[in-house]
């Protein structure tokens, strides 16, 4: 590469944020000082989340998550401060189960020693693990028989869960306007539940949902619920709406939440509140099992069978895309989500007032790079032309720039905080 080439390709590194996969697009610009017309070609950053996929653009999105949570715990970029007062609770949901996996218990155990009276099923397969897993073990969350193993309903719950979500919330709205003496359409008028939700994979192939719920008043600048709405009340309404809520299959039976789910008060302990924080960003930029082969649509049961390593996923994705051939599946798009195995919803949501949103991070971000460019101002319309970069070794330069100036960032940090260490201890001596 000559120094013209490495140059060029420099500062299309830098246009496009060391992103691995830039979006290409191509346009014209028209100087609104000089009127003058021009064609270009532009680089912008693709914005996926996922770290396996685009470790820069990811780095952002997982900084814009913890921003949506924080804001919504504590306030601020425009929620007020008082949200911090409020009722908030951090609950957990996961699904029922569809056969014994291997799993590490409270106690360190594997599967319960009551469940293990029997030596084996009636496929000869094991009932009882007297191992104890370590968190990295890669046996966890599969099946001791395969066979036994549900993965028709399994995926089929996936399927279901965002509706079940959306019913649960419904619930948990009627329940607290019950409490409160008042018809549930009259709720808006006194109090509103706001919630931020994550969903994740577990190791068995289920999702589980983390989420943060919030009780305001009836407009969120007007900030205090009514008294009688308080965080007992509301772990009360939440804690029934668990086990009340479902939502209908294609038989019209019924889809519920597994019988362990969790609810903690984020009021009572500070460190919850942040540990919630740094969850809920770290999954938002994670793929199904953290890979890059279950970061992307299949296009093919093929691709399944070959990409797939994991037997218990793979078995999973196939399932998921088997009975998205059927026509009564139709409605859910399986084979579109047999990366997630059958989960058909959005990785985080939340109500329109709980925070900020991703939206208004980023045009502050794209502003506040306007505002540091030079020059007149242009406008422009651009249109799709590809992705990536001329250069094939592009993608990784970029990779390691972003890798380089991470780690740069981090030492800074670090020497900040060994620099007010240091004055701390300047100013107890001197006193
Ligand atoms: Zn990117
Ligand atoms: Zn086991
Ligand atoms: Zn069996």
Not at 17 to 46: D, F, K, M, Y
Not at 147 to 174: E, G, M, P
Not at 259 to 282: C, G, M, N, P, S
Request: with cysteine.
């Amino acid at each position: 590469m000559n120094a013209e080439e490495s140059k060029r390709l420099l500062r299309e590194l830098q246009g496009s944020s060391n992103c691995s996969h830039p979006i290409r697009l191509r346009g014209e610009l028209v100087n609104t000082a000089t009127g003058e017309v021009s064609q270009r070609s532009l680089r912008v950053a693709c914005k996926d989340r996922r770290e396996v996929l685009c470790p820069a653009c990811s780095f952002l999105y997982r900084a814009d998550a913890w921003i949506l949570v924080s804001t919504g715990l504590v306030g601020g970029k425009g929620i007020p401060l008082d949200v911090g007062t409020h009722p908030r609770l951090f609950v957990t949901l996961t699904a029922p189960s569809f056969g014994v996996v291997h799993s590490i218990r409270d106690n360190g155990d594997c599967v319960p020693r009551s469940r293990s009276s029997k030596r084996s099923c009636v496929h000869g397969g094991r009932t009882s693990c007297l191992r104890r897993h370590d968190e990295d073990d890669v046996d966890l969350g599969t099946p001791l028989c395969e066979k036994c193993f549900d993965y028709r309903s399994a995926v089929l719950w996936n399927a279901h869960a965002s509706r079940l979500w959306n019913n649960t919330i419904q619930v948990i709205r009627r329940l607290l306007a019950e409490a409160g003496g008042i018809g549930q359409p009259h709720l808006g008028s006194v109090a509103q539940l706001n919630y931020l939700k994550v969903a994740e994979v577990q190791r068995r192939g289920l999702v589980h949902l983390h989420c943060v719920l919030r009780l305001d008043g009836p407009e969120l600048v007007d900030a205090e619920p009514p008294s009688w709405a308080t965080t007992e009340l509301l772990a009360r309404v939440v804690r029934a709406s668990i086990e009340r809520a479902w939502a209908p299959d294609l038989n019209g039976s019924p889809v519920r939440w597994g019988r362990i789910y969790d609810i903690q008060d984020l009021a009572t302990r500070e460190e919850t509140a942040l540990k919630v924080t740094a969850y809920v960003a770290k999954y938002a930029s994670k793929t199904t099992d953290g890979s890059k082969e279950l970061a992307r649509r299949f296009r093919s049961r093929r691709q399944i069978r070959t990409l797939i390593d994991n037997p218990h996923f793979r078995r999973l994705a196939l399932t998921a895309w088997d009975l998205g051939g059927e026509e009564k599946y139709e409605i859910f798009r399986l084979r579109e989500h047999a990366h997630t195995f059958g989960f058909t919803g959005q990785l985080i949501t939340k109500s329109r007032a709980f925070s900020t949103t991703f939206a208004a991070l980023r045009s502050a971000r794209s502003d506040y790079m306007a505002g540091e460019r030079e020059g007149d101002p242009v406008e422009g319309t651009f249109h799709f032309e590809g992705r990536g970069y001329d250069d094939p070794r592009a993608s990784q330069l970029a990779e390691l720039f972003f890798t380089m100036q991470r780690e740069l960032r981090q030492e800074a940090r670090a020497r900040d905080r060994a620099r007010t260490d240091h004055e701390v201890e300047e100013a107890e001596e001197t006193n």
